[in-house]
Nanobody
């Protein structure tokens, strides 16, 4: 069992910045590749991928956030961060931390990010 705890959500003005964090605990050891990432879901919209990072160090971003968001993790893949810059109202959503290894995937509880003037 893996537990993911998120923090850092809140209210920010357009153009502002926010940093989300996710801490993983429990049985996190794995011989398989580990992928951690951020997803988000806006009201009335489908959940979408924001960014991912693998245990090999590969990162990937949605086109809508590329150049504005930066995903990072420690080498043990026990912490995950998302630095969000130049935030836009369309970034408003519930952001979820996720960890995947083998056939198992775990999710955080979600944290609200609201971008509004």
């Amino acid at each position: 069992q893996v537990t993911l705890v998120e923090s850092g959500g809140g209210l920010v003005q357009p153009g502002g910045s926010l940093r989300l964090s996710c801490a993983a605990s429990g049985n996190i050891f794995s011989f398989s590749i580990v992928v951690m990432g951020w997803f988000r879901q806006a009201p009335g919209k489908q959940r979408e991928l924001v960014a991912t990072i693998t245990s090999g160090g590969t990162t990937d971003y949605a086109d809508s956030v590329k150049g504005r968001f930066t995903i990072s993790s420690d080498n043990a893949m026990t912490t995950l961060s998302l630095q969000m810059n130049t935030l836009k109202p369309e970034d408003t959503a519930v952001y979820y931390c996720s960890r995947r290894s083998g056939n198992r995937q775990y999710w955080g509880q979600g944290t609200q990010v609201t971008v509004s003037s």
